[in-house]
């Protein structure tokens, strides 16, 4: 069972659609026996960094995710604001994020005097880092995913970098590292790309 957390923020409806039209038997919750009970974990997020904290904690969530996550290694999915809201810390607030990816979250910035419309919306290319990467089998190259985003991740370990794509400059899109899977964009959004991305999700993903 694939359990996706419930903190009121994020397209939960859109991503259970997803999950359930790949096979996946779905919960929606924000229960403690039903998250320690699940298989696997969505964080999904539509919104402001802090805000998104807050109701993590007004609901009790962070040390139960906290223990799921880093001591019983439960296979995550983090989408757009549920991946930013897996590390360290972002410019858009002053809470501290999870920490379970060691990367930060910056907004996006012109180079070279060049304008650059933010957010960033649309429908984009991610390039994998790497060949092999196990959470792109099967999705047809280019691989373009639709993002709505004004910040963005950045990592000082290029190993956990999965997949980047260009907007005004590089930057990093999907990040991995264990049982934590991170994509800047959205699945749930991105038709038969995303529907991949949840299948090998959902079938195959255990660890990076």
């Known amino acids: 069972m694939i359990a996706i957390v419930d903190y009121d923020m994020g397209n939960v409806g859109s991503v259970r659609n997803m999950l359930e039209r790949v096979g996946a038997k779905v919960a929606v919750s924000r229960s403690p026996q039903v998250l320690r009970a699940a298989d696997k974990l969505v964080l999904p997020g539509v919104g402001a960094f802090d805000e998104a904290i807050d109701n993590l904690q007004r609901f009790e969530l962070t040390g139960l995710l906290d223990e799921l996550v880093r001591l019983r290694a439960k296979p995550i999915l983090g989408v757009c604001l549920g991946a930013q809201l897996m590390t360290r810390s972002s410019e858009e607030g002053m809470q501290p994020g999870f920490g379970w990816l060691d990367a930060r979250i910056v907004r996006f910035h012109p180079e070279g005097g060049r304008s650059l419309r ?19 089998e099967g999705v047809a190259a280019p691989m373009r995913f639709y993002f709505v ?50 299948r090998n999700f959902v079938e195959r993903f255990v660890s990076c």
């Open 118 to 136: 933010i957010p960033h919306m649309g429908w984009n290319v991610v390039v994998p880092t790497r060949p092999g990467i196990g959470i792109f």
């Open 149 to 198: 985003h004004s910040y963005h991740m950045v990592t000082a370990s290029p190993e956990i970098a999965l997949g980047v794509t260009e907007y005004g400059y590089e930057f990093t899109s999907v990040l991995g590292a264990r049982n934590v899977l991170a994509t800047q964009f959205h699945p749930e959004k991105s038709h038969r790309y995303g529907l991949q991305i949840f």
